[in-house]
């Protein structure tokens, strides 16, 4: 390795030349290294831009990042399987540092009839306090107010819900459900608020009252269907986790959403594997070329490195060079391609609609406007496999170079 | 060959065989790949609006105008039993069947859930949808048996009911009175489909009319047709019987689930996106190695000039050599893509973690592709299509020679 | 069509910073027929005035005609259909196409013309044979001498029976064997077939072939005289 080391400058200087002396041959194959990068970098941080909205969506709909319930709740989300509100070591755990926010919640199923219509509806409970951090309610209030207080005595329902309901602002509903002896527990709301949600089947589906009037309705004072918790990045809720399912008596339920949503789960995972699948056939694409670009640079100096042998220079160096001209191609290829992404990725961080295809988007469980999203793990795996894999298809024909024999190479025309 | 000029292309193609193989690689590489996700993705769309319309929702179904946006009882159409009979005779199609839609509260002994209930015909619903089939427990509505109701699975469960077992439901009828009716639970289908399988029972059609005060009033007549692609046809014929009927609408299934089109449609965009950087990096390549070896014959084309070649010869020379490369990658692609899929077609495709996802929008755990033309020729093609762009920069640039300086090139 | 005249023909050409004289107001007229050698040192013009005159290169100033056509005013299309079907060219490094062999070197400039394929391979074989390389028809130019490329171009050049060939150092690098063995082809075919030739050259077994010798320096003619 001496021999590279007191020779870098003089190899590096060979590498840099060469590389022009074809420049409209480097230029292209710079354009394919650079449009390769940028689609890299540009598909992924839109699919993660994709995924990340679907999981805050899907998330925020569980809602949060833990729950705590009855074993039975997610099967039979019924009033039966209500548990107490959280006390003693759990409360310490929630109320420590390190959770975001948490709150209590009721979900129960329930009919809710209008002077015309009646709905199935998730008849949802809330503490209001809570609620911005956990779904993000208040924001979503289209007329009217949210809920002041965990006593309010209002609802708070969907547009699309109102319209199905034929009802609006201000208008009295009747709420029905059951409490737990299976007697039907009904009572008239105002309408106090309406909200607009990103899917529409949140909005005709969700119906908001306060925490307090519901137990009082349900006949389950002190009693609520889920703890919901959320730290703060969905991406790493394990020391939290552990760390309540530890104060957690014995016969409840802790999961984090991963385990409540297997769907979103998947997609998170999926994720991963779609980003290093599309980065190595892009790649695998690219690397024709370069090996194509490699070939010919060789094939037109095998006189000229027959030349440089018969002066002396080992054919490590030879290999060496080669590679460096590799390299040097790879890395401003790079800096090309990143900064094509960055420049086209910038523009679009306020948004790319896509209303066109809006319930196409929901099905998915997506909003219709997506926000790429450009995370470093992404841009530098994109680099690493480009350098790496380069560099590996490239010693192929450098060694092949290497090995010519001089004298048959200074002959060959 | 008598034709010298393509002898000659030929020929030129393999001065540089490496070169040649490594861009007709580039090629089969990409035209594989293509083949491979297009056969996939049309073979996923296919299975994906199978399902989805089979299980519920059917091809086409007749409407009140105002019911597709306003869902609600008042909308109804007069006397569907015998629409239906009319049509089913006309169109000489059995998979024709009446529906009414209602929503009640359903109560079992422990629990009271809200639930979508639809009255149907026992003797045709079988033919229209896939939901009778999905009858896991018991056995579904038979013909002049009122009284007995098929409920999904989850809601089984969550109202805590099994067959034999009662159901009480009230909900408001037609006009607006109370309806209240007194059911058996004769069976528990599993869609798979959270949607049918928490929040919808059926019921005798009659039976509903009865209880619902409709006065044979219902919501729909579903259509499915034999094939997908039989729709717009039978669209078409539809239309022609009811010509003049202002207070019937036609509902293709596209208005009916515009979700499902419209995901796949955002999922084709995403996916065209891949496919055009993949033959657009192609491009590059062919590109590359074109203009090269236009630029390494130059005295060549200068000699060829002397002795009187019109510029326009040239460039033709050159596509065509591009031509034959491009033929050879379509080939050979083609090849790679039909071994795939062959493959593909009998172990199925499935990616760890896709079972999950794929549940959500109907699809099976494992993919088979779709064997089409269009499949297994459009990524190709557009591949041929942008090689033979990329070249006629190098072709068109031989307009530039002039024979004295292209003869003095090194 | 092939009697050409030149009038007052100039062409200077930038080397650097440097003005070079090709043409300095030549004044020309050969006739159908005649068998011209341009003599002269390396830079006095003689490559200038045959590309001039081929139509490969247009002057600064001046007039040239063949017969009735002022060949300084065509287009490029008409230009390359000129040589195409008129003029035959041989250079002095051969510029055969390397992938064809020898018959289809020559067939296809005749596939080109538009002549019929079954003409095309009979025309190509009789003057292959004609040239002296019966047998070599197949060999591609690599494995041919230069002499024998050389008879390959001149075969190309002629085969369609042009009115005028122009060589251009058409021996310079050739043995004198092949040498005297082109030089008697193309008298043959001059005498034969009243084909013009004008052949550029400073090689002096070739001059003494010549009817009409033109001596040129720095872009002007010093001599002209009949042999």
New interface residues.
């Given amino acids: 390795m001496t021999g590279l080391g007191s020779h870098f400058k003089i190899i590096l200087t060979l590498s840099w030349r060469n590389l022009w002396r074809n420049h409209r041959r480097t230029a292209i194959m710079l354009g394919a290294i650079s449009v390769g990068v940028w689609a890299m970098i540009f598909m992924t941080s839109l699919m993660r831009g994709m995924v990340d909205d679907m999981l805050n969506q899907g998330i925020r709909n569980l809602p949060g990042h833990i729950q705590i319930q009855h074993p039975d709740f997610l099967d039979d989300p019924s009033v039966v399987n209500s548990i107490g509100e959280p006390g003693g070591e759990l409360l310490t755990a929630l109320t420590q540092n390190g959770t975001r926010s948490w709150a209590n919640r009721i979900r129960v199923p329930a009919v809710i009839a209008s002077e015309r219509e009646s709905r199935g509806i998730n008849l949802i409970g809330i503490e209001p306090a809570a609620e911005a951090d956990i779904t993000g309610l208040p924001a979503q209030i289209s007329a009217g107010r949210f809920l002041e207080s965990n006593q309010d005595k209002g609802v708070i329902i969907g547009a699309k819900l109102a319209e199905r309901l034929e009802t609006r602002l201000g208008k009295r509903v009747v709420i029905m459900s059951q409490d737990p002896d299976n007697n039907i527990a009904e009572r008239g709301f105002r309408i106090v608020g309406i909200y607009q949600a990103e899917l529409a089947a949140q909005e005709e589906f969700n119906v908001f009252a306060a925490r307090a009037t519901l137990q009082k309705l349900l006949k389950i004072e002190g009693l609520v269907s889920q703890i919901v918790l959320v730290d703060h990045d969905y991406r790493d809720v394990e020391s939290l986790y552990r760390r309540v399912e530890a104060a957690t008596p014995d016969g409840l339920e802790v999961k984090p959403w991963y385990e409540i949503d297997t769907y979103l789960a998947a997609m998170f995972n999926l994720m991963d594997g779609f980003v290093l699948v599309w980065v190595i056939i892009i790649f695998l694409a690219l690397s024709f070329g370069l090996v194509n670009t490699l070939v010919m640079a060789i094939f037109e100096r095998v006189r000229e490195i027959g030349l440089i042998q018969a002066l002396g220079m080992r054919p490590g160096l030879i290999l060496y060079q080669i590679l460096l001209e590799s390299l040097l191609l790879l890395l401003i290829g790079l800096a090309l391609g990143n900064l094509l992404a960055l420049v086209t990725i910038k523009p679009l961080e306020s948004g790319l609609d896509l209303s066109a295809v809006a319930e196409g988007m929901a099905m998915m469980g997506v909003g219709s406007v997506i926000y790429p999203s450009l995370t470093l793990y992404d841009v530098l795996l994109a680099n690493v496999v480009v350098v790496l894999l380069g560099i590996l298809t490239s010693i192929l024909p450098a060694w092949r170079a290497s090995q010519l024999d001089p004298v048959r190479a200074l002959n060959t025309h | 060959m ?4 393509l ?2 292309a030929w ?2 193609l393999w ?2 065989w ?2 040649t193989w ?2 007709v ?2 090629m089969i ?2 035209n594989g ?1 293509l083949i491979f996700a297009m056969s996939l993705q049309f073979g996923s769309y296919d299975m994906m609006i199978d399902n989805s319309l089979q299980a519920y929702s059917g091809h086409l179904q007749l409407q009140h105008p105002r019911y597709l946006d ?3 009882m008042r909308y109804a159409l007069d006397d569907v039993t015998e629409l239906a009979e009319r049509l089913r005779r006309e169109l000489d199609l059995d998979s024709i069947s009446a529906r009414a839609d209602g ?1 009640a ?1 359903a109560s079992s ?8 209930i639809i009255g149907v015909d026992p003797a045709h619903e079988p033919l229209v949808s896939t939901l009778p089939g999905l009858v896991k427990q018991g056995r579904y509505l038979e013909p002049g048996m009122p009284g007995e109701i098929v409920i999904g699975a989850v809601l089984a ?2 109202l ?1 009911v099994g067959l034999g077992d009662e159901l009480t439901f009230i ?2 009828g037609f006009d607006d009175s109370f309806a209240a009716g007194i059911v058996t639970v004769v069976g528990i289908f599993e869609s798979g489909i959270a949607d049918l399988d928490r ?1 919808l029972a059926q019921v005798d059609l009659a039976y509903f009319q009865d209880v619902f005060a409709m006065q044979g009033r219902g919501h729909s007549l579903t259509v499915r047709a034999q094939h997908v692609d039989d729709v717009e046809s039978l669209q078409w014929q539809i239309g022609e019987l009811l010509d003049t009927d202002k207070s019937l609408s036609l509902r293709h299934w596209d208005e009916l689930q ?10 084709m ?2 996916n065209s ?2 496919y055009i ?2 033959i ?3 491009a ?2 062919v ?3 074109q ?2 070896s236009v ?1 390494e014959r130059t ?2 084309f200068g ?9 326009a ?1 040239l460039s033709r020379l050159v596509m065509l050599e591009t031509g034959l490369m491009t033929a050879l990658g379509l080939v050979l692609g083609i090849g790679v893509g039909l071994v795939i899929n062959l493959y593909m077609a009998r172990v199925g495709f499935s ?7 794929a ?3 109907n699809l099976p755990e494992r993919i088979y592709p779709s064997f089409t033309i269009l499949s297994m020729t459009l990524g190709p093609a557009a591949v041929a299509i942008g090689s033979l762009l990329a070249a006629l920069y190098p072709a068109l640039r031989l307009y530039l020679l ?3 300086d292209a ?1 003095r090139a090194v | 069509m092939s009697a050409i005249r030149c009038r007052q023909l100039c062409k200077t050409f930038k080397q650097g910073d440097e003005i070079i004289t090709g043409l300095d107001h030549i004044d020309l007229d050969i006739e159908t027929g005649e068998f011209v050698c341009l003599s002269g040192p390396s830079g006095s013009g003689k490559t200038t005035l045959l590309n001039a005159i081929g139509g490969l290169d247009t002057p600064d100033s001046g007039e040239i005609h063949m017969g009735d056509i002022r060949v300084d005013k065509l287009e490029r299309g008409p230009l390359a259909d000129m040589r195409l079907h008129h003029i035959g060219f041989v250079f002095q490094a051969y510029n055969l196409i390397p992938v064809l062999s020898a018959q289809e070197n020559v067939e296809f400039v005749m596939e080109v013309q538009g002549v019929p394929v079954a003409e095309r391979a009979r025309k190509a074989l009789d003057i292959l044979k004609e040239v002296g390389l019966e047998g070599m028809e197949d060999r591609r130019p690599a494995q041919l001498s230069g002499g024998q490329q050389q008879r390959v171009a001149v075969a190309r050049a002629i085969v369609s029976h042009p009115d005028l060939v122009l060589a251009d150092e058409p021996t310079a690098n050739l043995d004198s064997v092949s040498a005297a063995h082109l030089m008697g082809l193309f008298q043959e075919l001059n005498e034969n077939h009243r084909i013009t030739f004008i052949i550029s050259t400073h090689d002096k077994r070739v001059m003494s072939y010549a009817k009409r010798l033109i001596k040129m320096r720095d872009g002007k003619i010093i001599g002209d005289e009949a042999q």
């Fill in positions: 008598k034709d010298v000029t002898r000659m020929r030129n001065r540089h490496r070169r490594l861009t690689g580039a590489f990409s790949l306003e869902p609600k929503f509260l002994n422990e629990r009271s859930y809200g639930l979508q469960r969550n805590k909900g408001s929040a515009p979700g499902l089109r419209q995901s796949i449609q955002a999922d965009a995403s996106f891949m950087v993949l657009v990096l192609v590059f390549s590109l590359n190695t203009l090269m630029l005295r060549e000699t060829m000039m002397a002795l009187g070649l019109q510029p010869r990616y760890p973690g896709m079972d999950e996802v549940l959500k929008f002039t024979p004295i003869m």
